[in-house]
C-alpha cells in the first residue's frame, strides 16, 4: 500500500500563493475528480482577527481561490462553515473582508446552517447517523484549516476543522466526546484536500480562539485529513498517537498514519507551541472522571 | 575616543562619569560647569585633567563627542554650539524642551553630518528589547494601544536639589520623556496628536508633578501614559494591548508577562514566580540597585560604535525629535485645556 503524501513548505502571505502551487502539486494535485463544483471549508471558529491565527486568514483564502480559478477554470466555488456555539460566520465574512475576495474570484458564501441537508447513515462511534448539507456531497471538498493548538484536543488541523461541517449550531453539547464527535463528522464528510495553513498559527493552551499568535511561516497539504494532521501533530511536537482524534480517525479507516513528508523536513519545521501540559493537566482529569462518572 | 562632558550635576557624577571612566579606549578629556568648585571636585574625583567654567571652551578642545548633562533648557544651544565645533553629540534627554529648538539641532546636525544621541537609557533593559521582538513577531497580534506607566520620587533625595527640575516643565519633562520613548518605540509611528491634564498635587510646587497624556499615533495606535513624582511609588511599566492578547512590560524589574484567553491560577503564579526570579536576578547581579543608570555604559558604547562604524545612532535625533514633540504638547495642553495637534508646534 502507498504511503500519503504530505507536503510541508515554509510561507508567508505576501508569497503564500507561489508556495501553495508548490505544496499542491508535491501532495498529488487538486483534480475536480468528476465533481461539478468545490466547496472550500474554511475555520471562523470564533469573532477573532485574522492576525490571531484563529481563523483562516483572507489572504490564504485569496491565494487559494485564485490557484483554483488557474486550474479548474469557470467551476461554480462555494465557501462554506457552519454556526458554531460562538460564532456567526454569515457576520464574521463580512467583518473580516471576506466578502470582496468571494466577489473577486466569483466564488459563493453558503452557511451550511442554513443548507439543505440529508440524513447520512454512518454507524460510527457517537452517531448513528449524520446531517450532512448536500452541497458538500456534491462538490470536491477542500479543508482549508489553521495551524493551531486546542484546549480539549490539543491540535486542531484539517479534522477538526471538518467537524465544523456538521450544520447544528451548538456543537458546544458534542464537547463530551469530542474526539469521537470529529471522527464521525469526518466518517460522513470527508475532504477531498486538506491544507493547514500555519504562517500564522496558534499556541498556549486557549486555543483554537484565545491562544498566543505564532509567526511559525508554514503551509501543510495532503489529500489525507489523517496523514496532514499527523504530520502537523509532529510539527507541533505532540505524537499523533496520543490524539485522540487522530489516533480514532485511523481506526475508523480515514484515512492513513503511515505518510511521506515532502518539501521541508520534519526536524527543520517541528517548534515548541507552547502547549503546557501542566495547564492542560485538569482539563485531563476533569474529562477522565466525567467519563469515570459516566460510567 | 576624547569625551567632554558638560554639566557636573547628578546625571554626570551618579551615570556618564563612571561609566566612562569604566570604558576602555575612553577618555574624558574635560568637564564644564558653570559651578566651577564642583566640575573641580568631580574631576579630582575621576582625574580629569581640565575643567572649564564655560563649556565653549571645553567645545574649542581637541574631543570627538560630547555629553550634556546640564539642565534641559540649555540642551539646544549646548547641542548647537558643539556641532558647529565639528563635535558628535550625546544629550541627555529631553533633546531640547521645544520642537523649534529640536529642528536647530536636526538642520545643524545634517550640514555637518555628525551624529546626535539621546539618552533613553530605559531602551537597555532586556526586558525592552525582549518584549518590542515579542511584539514585532505578532504575538500581540495588531497592537491597538498602550497603557504606560512612569512612578518616581521628585528629584530631590540623593539628587542635587536643582531648582531647574521644578520650574521646566516638571514631571512632563524630568521622567516623561523615558516612558513617552518607550512608547514611540512600541508603537513604532509618529506621534498625531496629544491631549494632557497635568496637576500640582503638592499645591504650590509650581510645576506638574502629576499628569495623563493621551498620544494618538499616525498608524492608528493610542496611548495613556501616566507619570507622577505624587505616587510614591517607583515604577516604568507599560501594557501592550493587542488583538492576539496583551503584554505587561515592568521595565525596572526587567520582566515581561504576556495574556492570551482567560486568565488561570497557574498564570498568576507563573507571573509570581517569573516576576520574582528576575527581581533575585537583577539583584545578585548588582543591577537593581543602580536602576537603570546601568544602562549608560551601554548606551554609551553603542554610541561610540555608531560613530565608528558611521551608522546611525539609536536612540538617535528621529526618537528625541518625536519625545520632544510629545513633551512640548502635552505641556500646551495641560496649560490650555485642549487637544494639541502636532503639527501645529
Known amino acids: 500500500m502507498s504511503k500519503s503524501k504530505v507536503a510541508v513548505v515554509r510561507s508567508e502571505y505576501y508569497d503564500f500563493l507561489k508556495n501553495l502551487r508548490e505544496a499542491v502539486d508535491l501532495a498529488g494535485g487538486i483534480g475536480p475528480g468528476g465533481k461539478r463544483s468545490v466547496a472550500i471549508k474554511v475555520n471562523l471558529c470564533d469573532c477573532r482577527p485574522p492576525e490571531t491565527g484563529a481563523i483562516t486568514h483572507p489572504a490564504s483564502l485569496d491565494c487559494l481561490l485564485e490557484y483554483l480559478r488557474e486550474t479548474l477554470g469557470d467551476l461554480p466555488i462555494y465557501v462554506v462553515e457552519s454556526n458554531a456555539t460562538m460564532s456567526r460566520p454569515n457576520l464574521l465574512i463580512e467583518w473580516f473582508g471576506f466578502t470582496r475576495i468571494l466577489k473577486r474570484w466569483n466564488a459563493e458564501w453558503h452557511n451550511l446552517s442554513e443548507e439543505r441537508t440529508h440524513k447520512k447513515d454512518i454507524n460510527g462511534r457517537r452517531f448513528r447517523s449524520v446531517k450532512v448539507p448536500v452541497i458538500l456531497d456534491e462538490s470536491l471538498v477542500i479543508n482549508l484549516s489553521k495551524l493551531k493548538t486546542h484546549s480539549l484536543t490539543k491540535i486542531s488541523c484539517s479534522l477538526k476543522n471538518q467537524y465544523g461541517c456538521i450544520p447544528f449550531s451548538r456543537k458546544i453539547r458534542f464537547h463530551k466526546f469530542l474526539d469521537d464527535a470529529i471522527v464521525d463528522a469526518n466518517v460522513a464528510m470527508p475532504p477531498d484536500f486538506c491544507i493547514v495553513d500555519g504562517v500564522i498559527a496558534m499556541g498556549g493552551t486557549q486555543g483554537p480562539a484565545l491562544g498566543v499568535p505564532l509567526h511559525k511561516r508554514l503551509l501543510v497539504a495532503g489529500k489525507d485529513p489523517v496523514a496532514v494532521d499527523s504530520a502537523c501533530a509532529r510539527v507541533m511536537r505532540f505524537n499523533p498517537y496520543f490524539i485522540g482524534h487522530i489516533r480514532k480517525a485511523w481506526e475508523a479507516g480515514v484515512g492513513s498514519r503511515n505518510y511521506e513528508l515532502l518539501g521541508q523536513k520534519l526536524e527543520t519545521v517541528s517548534s515548541d507551541f507552547e502547549f503546557s501540559r501542566l495547564d492542560h493537566l485538569p482539563l485531563r482529569v476533569a474529562r477522565i472522571v466525567r467519563r469515570w462518572t459516566r460510567a | ?345
Open chain 2, 1 to 345: 575616543m576624547r569625551v567632554g562632558v558638560v554639566g557636573a550635576g547628578a546625571i554626570a557624577t551618579k551615570a556618564h562619569i563612571p561609566a566612562l571612566s569604566s570604558l576602555e579606549g575612553v577618555e574624558v578629556a574635560g568637564l564644564a560647569d558653570a559651578d566651577l568648585s564642583k566640575a573641580n571636585a568631580l574631576a579630582k574625583k575621576y582625574k580629569i585633567a581640565k575643567t572649564y567654567k564655560d563649556y565653549k571652551d571645553l567645545l574649542r578642545e581637541e574631543i570627538d563627542i560630547v555629553i550634556i548633562c546640564a539642565p534641559s533648557s540649555l540642551h539646544a544651544r549646548i547641542a548647537v554650539d558643539a556641532l558647529v565645533e565639528g563635535k558628535h553629540v550625546l544629550v541627555e534627554k529631553p533633546l531640547a524642551m521645544t520642537v523649534s529648538e529640536a529642528d536647530q539641532i536636526r538642520d545643524q546636525a545634517r550640514n555637518t553630518k555628525l551624529k546626535v544621541g539621546v539618552v533613553f537609557n530605559y531602551r537597555y533593559y532586556p526586558a525592552v528589547s525582549m518584549a518590542l521582538a515579542k511584539i514585532r513577531e505578532g504575538r500581540v497580534g495588531h497592537v491597538t494601544s498602550i497603557v504606560g506607566v512612569s512612578h518616581t520620587r521628585p528629584p530631590m533625595m540623593g539628587w542635587a536639589p536643582s531648582a531647574w527640575f521644578y520650574s521646566e516643565g516638571g514631571v512632563i519633562d524630568d521622567f516623561g520623556p523615558h516612558l513617552f520613548d518607550l512608547t514611540t518605540l512600541i508603537a513604532n509611528s509618529d506621534p498625531l496628536r496629544v491631549t494632557a491634564v497635568g496637576r500640582d498635587m503638592a499645591g504650590s510646587m509650581g510645576c506638574v508633578n502629576q499628569a495623563q497624556v493621551f498620544t494618538e499615533f499616525k498608524n492608528g495606535i493610542s496611548a495613556m501614559s501616566d507619570v507622577s513624582w505624587m505616587v510614591g511609588t517607583r515604577r516604568v511599566n507599560s501594557t501592550i494591548y493587542g488583538t492576539g492578547g496583551d503584554m505587561f512590560l515592568d521595565v525596572i524589574c526587567n520582566f515581561t508577562r504576556e495574556t492570551h484567553g482567560e486568565v488561570t491560577p497557574m498564570d498568576d503564579l507563573r507571573y509570581l514566580l517569573g516576576r520574582s526570579s528576575s527581581i533575585t536576578k537583577l539583584a545578585r547581579s548588582g543591577r537593581l540597585f543602580f536602576g537603570a543608570l546601568y544602562y549608560h555604559r551601554t548606551l554609551i558604547q553603542e554610541f561610540i560604535a555608531s560613530i565608528e562604524r558611521n551608522q546611525p545612532p539609536s536612540p538617535g535625533l528621529d526618537d528625541g525629535v518625536r519625545v520632544v514633540q510629545i513633551c512640548q504638547a502635552a505641556r500646551i495642553s495641560a496649560a490650555e485645556g485642549r487637544c494639541v495637534s502636532i503639527d501645529d508646534l
